[in-house]
């Protein structure tokens, strides 16, 4: 009976909890509020920024912020019109690069991003790093780190209430958090995302750029330089991510739509 009870209001509580990722209209799982999920992510990026030395190269630091802005500005374009600014409450948008040769850029809750220098090289150019930036604030857009955690609060907690879990055990919460986030490491490297986030943040990361004026097409460029990289042992950007040729074959499907929204400059 207290298992049917407790599976009974983890159903209750999903059903409330459903929202759609914007793009693609996929209904996840989002127990976190952002609030929670931006000052989490604000703290491990500033104590990541102070174990971690940032580039001293000016023209690539400022390429790194200019690719961002211009991405962060047409994610605010896409989401102004389609009724969905609200989704970037709180966001305070940061574009960092760090000296790493690591071949890894990521972005927490909230817009917090890093590119490291050792993905430069396969990036190439602007339209490359369009590339990796916007598929990495995709994944923040969709909410995919609060999803796994989520995900994670019902499998490790239960039936316990969210605002109990958030209040009563930060400690946990917190430690959830760097799990999704491993921010814990010197190399902040995010732990994996399924293969669905995998693919959806490709699908809207292509929109975001070709918004901001990027020519989408040039993203199987760059996958294919990131298929080169590979070897025995693929880059950590791509140590969990879908296989090579299925990633590739979907953006090819997926073009038609993100060129809609590509206008060349």
Not at 89 to 95: A, L
Not at 192 to 198: A, G, M, V, W
Not at 247 to 261: D, H, T, V
């Amino acid at each position: 009976m207290k298992t049917k009870i407790i599976l009974s209001s983890l159903l209750t509580l999903s059903l409330l909890q459903c929202q759609k990722v914007p793009v693609t209209g996929r209904r996840q799982l989002d127990f976190i509020p952002a609030t929670e999920m931006q000052s989490m992510s604000y703290t491990s990026y500033k104590e990541f920024l102070g174990t971690n030395q940032l580039s001293s190269n000016a023209e690539k630091t400022a390429m790194v912020k200019r690719v961002g802005e211009n991405i962060q500005r047409a994610v605010e374009q896409y989401m102004s019109q389609n009724n969905l600014s609200s989704k970037l409450k709180g966001f305070q948008w940061e574009f960092n690069l760090v000296e790493d040769p690591t071949v890894n850029a990521w972005c927490m809750p909230g817009g917090k991003v890093v590119v490291y220098t050792g993905i430069l090289p396969v990036t190439q150019d602007e339209t490359g790093l369009a590339v990796v930036l916007g598929h990495e604030i995709a994944h923040a857009i969709a909410e995919h780190g609060s999803e796994r955690m989520s995900q994670e609060l019902i499998t490790q907690m239960g039936g316990t209430a969210l605002n109990i879990a958030l209040t009563s055990k930060p400690a946990e919460t917190k430690a959830l958090f760097n799990t999704v986030y491993n921010t814990g490491s010197q190399v902040a490297v995010l732990l994996p995302y399924s293969r669905l986030h995998e693919t959806e943040a490709d699908h809207l990361g292509l929109i975001f750029m070709a918004i901001a004026g990027y020519d989408p097409s040039k993203a199987v460029d760059f996958w294919q330089r990131m298929k080169a990289q590979g070897g025995t042992k693929p880059p950590q950007i791509l140590s969990t991510h879908p296989s090579d040729e299925q990633r590739i074959q979907k953006i090819q499907k997926e073009l038609p739509e993100a060129m809609k929204y590509y206008k060349k400059g």
